[in-house]
């Protein structure tokens, strides 16, 4: 369940989205709602807790099904080989790292682990049911983590991908600097998330089906409609195509652009390291 | 969590070259193992975070505060 917070004043303060648009940016918003930082991440850990469970059915009702499309399309780009040390953030279920083993071992059997990290033991759980049941048991490390604060070494990854995470990140630009500092030089960063139209027509349409239907349907299918509220509300919140490719440059990374998908309902973004 | 008690209790143990890469989320330095506390230990923050059915739980949140 989630509950509706409490404005902390004190908190509040730590929320410093500086005016003039430098370094920090704080997605304080839960959904549209006003939090703390720390406020947030507990909020957005206890929405991930009660849908983990229907994830899958959350993310067909979210994409009308094609976030499976989506994902191949993402680990297709992303091309990663058998002997690349791989990071997949938030990516508890599993459904990315899964794609990437395939792909990785189709010539060659690699001999290291891809490494998925996730703030949320319930999407672990999920995840590595998910690969005991496919039989691939042993091809992951599984880490609980914060992409915020990354428990890895410097320069340790050749490839780093979050997929549908980075939204649920309070600090974006402190998460895409701990990505780029456990990047090895010359290492690659792609990112799939829900993005924004660019024809505002389609967009009022996107938006009504996600703010009118989305809860609706939450309720119905998970009995969470705050938890498909926020899901709704912090895709609208996220920054948009250009916004994001602001962001990752200014954390450092090279040779930013992004490609749309399904007309920019969602987008991937991709970066160097050095 | 209800699907953490459906797990079989095997593959506990943390793979030797995911502890290599793992560091204190704080202060992004070297863990000290305990095998028998199945703890990782950062001796820098003086915390210890630990492992849970061969999971590092890497949160603060989540860790134990060491006292001198």
């Not at chain 1, 599984?142 to 428990?151: I, K, M, R």
């Not at chain 1, 926020?230 to 990374?253: C, H, T």
């Amino acid at each position: 369940m989630v509950n509706r917070p409490q404005k902390k004043t004190e908190k509040s303060k730590l929320n410093n989205a500086s005016e003039n648009g430098q370094t920090e940016t704080t997605q304080s918003g839960f959904g549209y709602q006003k939090t703390a930082p720390e406020m947030r991440t507990k909020l957005v850990r206890e929405v991930f807790e009660s849908v983990a469970p229907k994830y899958d059915v959350m993310n067909d009702v979210m994409s009308l099904g094609i976030h499976r499309l989506w994902k191949r399309d993402f680990v297709n780009g992303v091309a990663p080989k058998a002997d690349e040390a791989i990071l997949d953030l938030a990516g508890g279920t599993g459904d990315i790292a899964f794609l990437m083993q395939n792909a990785r071992s189709r010539f060659t059997e690699p001999d290291n682990k891809i490494t998925i990290c996730d703030i949320n033991p319930a999407m672990l759980n999920v995840g590595k049911q998910r690969a005991m049941d496919k039989g691939l048991h042993g091809k992951f490390d599984w880490v609980e983590g914060n992409a915020e604060e990354l428990p890895f070494d410097d320069n340790s990854f050749d490839v780093v991908t979050i997929a549908f995470g980075l939204r649920n990140v309070t600090r974006l630009s402190k998460a895409l600097s701990d990505i780029l500092r456990v990047l090895k030089p010359g290492g690659r960063f792609y990112c799939l998330e829900f993005s924004h139209i660019p024809v505002p027509l389609l967009q009022k349409a996107y938006d009504r089906y996600s703010f009118g239907f989305l809860p609706w349907a939450g309720e119905k299918i998970a009995g969470d409609r705050a938890a498909y509220q926020y899901l709704a509300e912090s895709i609208r919140a996220f920054p948009d195509q250009a916004a994001l490719v602001k962001l990752m440059q200014n954390a450092g990374f090279n040779a930013v652009a992004y490609r749309n998908l399904s007309i920019g309902i969602a987008a991937i973004h991709h970066g160097f390291k050095g | 969590m209800s699907q953490k008690d459906e797990l079989p209790n095997t593959h506990t143990r943390v793979d030797p070259r995911l502890l290599e890469v793992l560091v204190c989320p704080i202060t992004k330095s070297s863990l000290r193992y305990d095998a028998a506390a199945q703890e990782l230990i950062s001796d820098a923050a003086k915390l210890a975070f630990p492992i849970r059915d061969g999971i590092p739980i890497m949160l603060i949140d989540d860790a134990r505060r060491i006292d001198e």
